[in-house]
């Protein structure tokens, strides 16, 4: 993808990375039902690049532990994300990248939902919609050029 | 309602299904870039095998299929912005025309009644109507820019040249052949959907239409002709369209498809949750205020969202579905509720 010639947000917040999850003794016992949290769906998302900054969605406060919800016996995920500025153009780019990362990485059954936080952009009604239609978002991930900008959000570190 | 047959061979999603009209072959598309055919094998009219697989035909996921009436041509559209027709002359399916115009994605393709038109829709929002002289040769007969989104979905009168459409824009509209100035034009649009209508079909009649969508219901709409004994109110002197019932509360995620059985009058939807449920009419209902009662709600039909649902266009209560999942299978619902 193009650098932008001006940043549309130029001085973003940052905020801290938070610690690791900690492993407890169960985590390691196959006996032990073990299902899905919302710091585990956090831990899928969190190091996606920003398109436009060198920083994850975590640093930018994009995405937040307290944005996620689960439910294991509906087989639900919804994720909130809050673009760093309500006119971000980058927002429906970054609710992609999301929305793949988790449907490549979580289970079938779930059906997995990620909208723009309520009132955190100008367009949220027009994205939330383009998100929730799969069969754009189908047709979009067959597009090598856009699938490739998709790979180097989530997969900084693999693609440079 | 009763699973009969699993059909299982397609790599990835399946978008759509469509029985011949014979009722005996069912085509598959999907993800996978294939078309599959599954005939029946023997007496049993349902038992269906995989018998060919169509390849080669599109470069990217085939979202639909649709038959002639005559049953000796497929057509397929596909995400490629292309629209393959396949010919069964020599025995073997072979694709020989591939219709091109459109500018992205075709979502839809259907072929009237009469065999003489072809429909397809896309992304581009717009529907086109290709005319086919002898069958061999397809024109394209009028590029419709109603919409003002995607186009989802067309679908043929069942007996009248006239097509209607669903849109990503909330609206279904109906396209028809003006006879005087001897030119296709968008004849009606209808409103009250919240969201995206994802698929629609008519009744046996034409009268009516049913649509589903985005916003988790279904709506049912009437025709009003002119001079109509309800004494609806027909501006120019043109037929309207009416919603006359909204089915809510079933459906829990979207309705990405519906189909109106033209023997039985039943009509079966497939949603995203994965579920697949009838809806009958009720027995003292109201041609203008109707009511329909859910007569079966099969709550984990397939195991991922339900792309497609379709009555067999011969058998009675034989219903056709297929996933995200990956499967077919082939339904056949109580003979109480028919």
């Given at each position: ?134 069969e754009r978002?189908a047709a979009a991930?067959e ?18 | ?60 996921t ?17 995400f ?25 994605e ?17 992304r ?215």
């Amino acid at each position: 993808m193009e650098i932008l010639s001006s940043l549309e947000n130029q001085n973003p917040t940052l905020y801290g990375k938070c610690c690791d999850r900690s492993v407890s003794a169960d985590d390691e016992d196959d006996s032990v039902a073990d299902l899905f949290d919302e710091r585990e769906v956090f831990d899928l998302i969190r190091h996606i690049r920003d398109p436009e900054h060198p920083l994850s969605l975590e640093e930018l406060h994009v995405v937040e532990v307290k944005g996620i919800m689960i439910d294991n016996v509906k087989n639900e995920v919804k994720v909130n994300f809050t673009p760093t500025i309500p006119h971000c153009s980058m927002a429906l780019l970054i609710g992609l990248s999301i929305r793949v990362q988790l449907l490549r990485s979580l289970p079938a059954r779930f059906k997995v939902s990620v909208v723009v936080s309520p009132n955190s952009h100008r367009s949220e009604a027009d994205i939330n919609k383009q998100l929730a239609d799969k069969e754009r978002v189908a047709a979009a991930l067959e597009n090598v050029n856009l699938i490739k900008v998709i790979n180097d959000c989530i997969m900084p570190e693999l693609t440079g | 309602m009763e699973l009969l047959q699993t059909l299982k061979g397609h790599v990835g999603r399946v978008w759509h299904v469509s029985w011949n009209p014979e009722g005996n072959v069912l085509a598959s598309c999907g993800e996978d870039k294939t078309i599959r055919l599954w005939w029946q094998e023997s007496n049993d009219p349902f038992a269906l095998g995989l018998k060919t697989i169509l390849t080669d035909g599109h470069q990217r996921t085939i979202r639909s299929v649709g038959w002639s009436p005559c049953g000796q041509y497929l057509a397929s559209a596909s995400f490629d912005s292309t629209v393959a027709i396949w010919n069964k002359k020599s025995g073997q399916f072979e694709c020989d025309v591939s219709l091109e115009g459109h500018e992205n994605e075709v979502k839809s393709v259907a072929w009237s009644k009469s065999g003489q038109y072809l429909a397809t829709c896309s992304r581009d929002k717009s529907v086109w109507i290709w005319e086919t002289s002898d069958e061999e040769e397809y024109e394209c007969a009028a590029v419709l820019n109603a919409h003002s989104q995607d186009v989802k979905k067309v679908v043929w009168h069942p007996h009248m040249d006239v097509v209607a459409s669903a849109s990503y824009d909330n609206t279904l509209k109906i396209f028809q052949c003006d006879v005087t100035e001897c030119e296709w034009i968008c004849a009606s649009t209808l409103r009250s959907h919240e969201s995206t209508v994802w698929s629609l079909d008519f009744d046996a009649l034409g009268k009516r239409l049913v649509s589903c969508s985005d916003d988790q219901t279904v709506k049912v709409w009437q025709q009003y002709e002119p001079n109509n004994e309800f004494g609806i109110a027909t501006p120019d002197n043109e037929a309207v369209w009416k919603c006359v019932c909204t089915i809510a509360g079933y459906h829990t995620r979207t309705i990405h498809d519906i189909s109106w059985c033209h023997q039985t009058d039943l009509i079966a939807t497939g949603c995203a949750d994965d579920g697949i449920r009838i809806f009958k009419e009720a027995d003292n209902s109201n041609i203008n205020e109707p009511t329909f009662q859910q007569v079966v709600n099969y709550s984990s039909a397939h195991s991922q969202d339900v792309n497609t649902v379709l009555w067999n266009p011969v058998h009675r209560g034989i219903l056709a579905s297929c996933s995200d999942d990956g499967e077919i299978k082939i339904w056949k619902v109580k003979e109480n509720i028919l």
